[in-house]
């Protein structure tokens, strides 16, 4: 599944703030944009893709998954591919 990019995900942000979310595991990053994060949701999970808002005033969700899934392991293995495919096409951006 593709991620939706810059689409509003507010409750999804709510959750990554410290709603309901219970966050697990993230990717790391040897710079502070963009993170992946997996959580556990309403019975599955779930992966968002944030990045930094200006002057340190929290995150912006920029891509995120539409549908649960039933183990960690496979959210985490769609939220790479997502953050992989992210990474790569700002990287093509920036080479043309």
């Not at 959580?39 to 995150?59: D, K, L, V, Y």
């Amino acid at each position: 599944m593709m991620p939706k990019l810059g689409e509003s995900a507010n409750e999804m942000e709510c959750f990554l703030k410290g709603g309901r979310a219970n966050m697990t595991s993230e990717t790391p990053t040897l710079h502070p944009s963009p993170r992946l994060h997996v959580f556990e949701q309403e019975g599955g999970w779930h992966w968002g893709i944030t990045i930094p808002r200006p002057a340190g005033s929290g995150f912006k969700v920029i891509a995120y998954s539409e549908t649960a899934f039933m183990h960690e392991t496979d959210a985490q293995r769609d939220g790479d591919r997502a953050l992989g495919d992210l990474r790569e096409g700002a990287l093509a951006v920036f080479a043309s």
